[in-house]
């Protein structure tokens, strides 16, 4: 089965650094891009970050850039999002999803990953 | 560049949904449309302005003109009650835009 299968809730303290996976499967994983999209409670959908595994490249959005790393670990099919110290605002579900061939659409997505950030 | 979508949309079952999603020129552009039922992860809808994935009912339909992409839903469902983004590209540094989303209530 294709799917993208992300790990479970987190519950972290500011400052504290996390990292979550995204782990691919029933595709070739190096053929294909890793996206991730953040949802904020109540909200919308923003574009986080795109990563193509097979070369480790990646654009982030401006909004976030220098406050997550994407990595990818080609070996194991596992795209990675982490951050080096959580800030309250980043409370929210994560979202990681494929995008197949040129044109950006995500065409697969995980099922999410809820992170919370409280002291 | 900004997109506008309509915060709701009411439609009882059986009738037709017409959910917009503006922006300057969007016909130029490429629409992509997702639907996120609540509590579940975002699923593709509509490609490439009118393409319907694998598995998506022929109800589902899209179009893209001027400045405004039309996601048409007939004879509606209790099942399409969700969450509905429509989602373009402007640059390689920009390649995901998302419209804030229109919500489609079943009455």
């Known amino acids: 089965e294709v799917q993208l299968v992300q790990s479970g809730i987190e519950v972290k303290k500011p400052g504290e650094s996390l990292k979550i996976s995204c782990k691919a499967s029933g595709y070739r994983f190096t053929t294909s891009w890793i996206g991730w999209v953040r949802q904020m409670p109540g909200k919308g959908l923003e574009w986080v970050g795109l990563?193509?595994?097979?070369?480790?490249?990646?654009t982030y959005s401006p909004s976030f850039q220098g406050h997550v790393t994407m990595s990818a670990d080609r070996s194991n099919a596992t795209a990675f999002l982490q951050w080096s110290s959580l800030k309250a605002s980043d409370t929210a579900m994560y979202f990681c999803?494929?995008?197949?061939?040129?044109?950006?659409?995500?065409?697969?997505w995980g099922q999410g990953t809820m992170v919370l950030v409280s002291s | 560049y900004e997109l506008t979508q309509p915060p709701s949309v009411s439609v009882a079952p059986g009738q037709t949904a017409r959910l917009t999603c503006g922006g300057n020129?969007?016909?130029?552009?490429?629409v992509h449309w997702y639907q996120q039922r609540p509590g579940q992860a975002p699923v593709l809808v509509i490609r490439d302005d009118k393409v319907r994935p694998s598995g998506i009912p022929e109800r589902l339909s899209g179009s893209n003109s001027g400045n405004t992409a039309t996601l048409t839903i007939t004879r509606v469902e209790a099942g399409d009650e969700a969450d509905y983004y429509c989602?373009?590209?402007?640059?390689?540094?920009?390649?995901?835009?998302f419209g804030p989303g229109t919500r489609v209530t079943v009455l």
């Open positions: 989602q373009v590209s402007l640059s390689r540094n920009e390649p995901f835009v």
């Open positions: 990563m193509y595994p097979a070369d480790s490249g990646t």
């Open positions: 999803a494929r995008q197949t061939g040129i044109i950006d659409v995500f065409d697969l």
């Open positions: 020129s969007i016909g130029s552009k490429i």
